[in-house]
């Protein structure tokens, strides 16, 4: 068994051995053939070669060719254009040959993931490997998925009874951590075996004919996760708890099992970038805050009464928590305590907390009334501050993409008009989906951006004298890839 | 967050040629030395040529977000080293069976000193990413602890804490490997 001087000069030879390795060749050819003759893309990431689409949308002659063999074939194809990129990936989907929103698209605009007669040079769009969407673009970048391949995924909330307060409000789009992009909503009985009269919260990956049962309508779920394993993990309760009798579920495809104590009563949960499960509860009967992660099935608890409002994975420790006492806990795997960071006044509104890749913090936070802001922190250059061209009250952060974009957008619940999302890249804003109003959202690893949103609009807010105002409108699920440029520069 | 104007800003060379020359002509100048560092953070010169090449498509796409040029390297050699820390985490869900032919051995290796790479590599890649990183980044004779602080974007307090219990697990997991003796 090797001391700690052994080990010492072990390591010492295995770095020495691998850093004494030049470069090869063949890497300077390879760093050499990067394209370097278009300007780069601050915001895109290599999701689907996304700066070759831009550059390809920005080209006159590939929109006439596509426009071109539309008319001919009768199908939205395009076609690819001679171009010094050798491994050209162009979408066969292109609704419009102009880069605007088209909220009105024609019916033909429809294009599968087996299209059958193809043009020899087009390559599909595939938005979701191993699932036959069939969905229709919008404007560059923004499509509209009509079916996954075994269900329609545009629903009327109208058919089911539901008031816009209970089904749209609780959809769920969760992408999980392999992957697969799972839908959560309300069905009615005859939806799913095992349901009650009045339906029941249920759940699906997108491609597969399952529906799952959740449990009933008079359930709620809070944070819900998808593992690498495809197992979902989800904070369920009862809607009449106050937050305050969940239990953590796990779901590894043949059935739920509990996974907290009857005393345990579930907060808030995170995956870190590990797999590893974490989560906060509230301990009775002592009515202490604790937070752990999951270990061979057990607890190890390793923050206490640090009064945790969120959690989210942090990659560069297991999981960061906010908390009411104005900062940010940081909690490793294996037991150090971590950091804290005090928020310095910034505080947390709307509870919402997210990370980047980079290990930069961002969230919302309202200094004073009727001022929002966008707050990033980071170890490295600290506090920023950014004013966004319009008003962030409502908004909540949707995700961070892994090129660095905040995706953003107004909570229904929380405001009347339907701007669709916003995304800012660290120095510019841009909008997408201009007049719809999204309900759920979640990011892909790649950098896409899914959701589930209604056109037109909506009013959530109970008028003096009757019931929540409701301007009903279907429920449709949305993918923005990383390189679709946006509906117009907010700036 | 916004650079002052005094700073030469990458991004700021509107000229499309220029800011290609530009990259092109930084990218020659550190490639060998963040494939050095590359090679030492993941041990396996295949993958961290591959991590290289991706840390440079990564920093020509952002490249507008690159202040100044006399940061180049500190910025990019942070890219490579997140670049490494996405394939160690994506690499800890493959099941490694041959560590042999990760290591190209030579024949003057000793048999003692194979078998003692061969556990020092097992355990080093049971350990989660940032404790690998750590660790070998800390025998780098080159690289002084406020270096490794500046390549992982933490304090150097934390560099020093997160070394010591990383290091801590990586003697667990070797006494692990090696088993009773």
Known sequence: ????????????????????IPAPRTLHERVWAIPTSTPPIVRRSSWLGGSRFATLFRATGLLVGAVIIALAGGLLFSAAQPSPVPDLVVPTAIASATPRVTVEPSPSALATSAPTDAPENTVQTDLLPGVDLEYEELS?????????????????????????????????????????????????????????????????RLGDPAIRHLGPRYFRWGDVEIGADGVVWAVVGRLDDDGLGAELRSFDGDGWTRQTANRMKAVRLALDADGAVWLSWFKLPAARTLVGHLVDGEWDVLGRDVEP?????????????????????????LGNAGDFVSLDGTALA??????????????LSSPQPDTWQLVRYDDTDGWSTYDAPMDLRGYRIGGVSRGGEVWLYRDPLNGTRCEGVVAFDGSSWSRYMQ????????????????????????????PEDGPIAVEPGLIETFVIAPWAPGDASME | MRPSASEVQAGGLTDDASRSTAFRQLSERHLDRSYRLANVILRDPSEAEDAVHDAFVTAWRKWD????????????RRIVVNTCRDRLRRR?????????????LSAADHASRVDERVLLEGALRSLKPDDQILIVLRYDRDLRLDDIAGLLGIPTGTVKRRLHDAHGRLRRALERSEGPR
């Open chain 1, 350 to 363: 709307g509870l919402e907390l997210m990370v980047g890749d980079d290990g930069g913090y961002w969230w």
């Open chain 2, 65 to 76: 977000s690159l202040r100044d040029l006399a940061r180049f390297e500190a910025w990019f």
């Open chain 1, 1 to 20: 068994m090797m001391n700690d001087h052994e080990l010492d000069l072990a390591l010492e030879r295995l770095v020495a051995e691998h850093k004494g």
């Open chain 1, 140 to 204: 560059p970048g923004v499509f509209r998925v009509v079916s996954d391949g075994v269900r329609e995924l545009t629903w009327d909330p109208a058919d089911g009874g539901y008031g816009w307060g209970e089904g749209p409000a609780r959809l769920r789009t969760v992408v999980g951590r392999d992957g697969s992009v799972w839908q959560f909503k309300e069905v009615g009985a005859d939806e799913v075996a095992g349901c009650r009269d009045d339906g029941c919260l249920a759940f699906y």
């Open chain 2, 92 to 104: 800890a869900r493959v099941t490694v069976t041959d560590l042999a032919q990760h290591h190209s």
């Open chain 1, 309 to 333: 409002e969120t959690l989210v994975a942090d990659p560069d420790y297991g999981v960061t928590v906010a908390n009411t006492d104005g900062g940010l806990h940081r909690l490793g795997a």
């Open chain 1, 435 to 462: 007049g719809y109003c999204p309900f759920a959202m979640d990011l892909g690893q790649e950098g896409s951006v899914w959701l589930q949103a209604t056109l037109g609009e909506i009013d959530l807010h109970e």
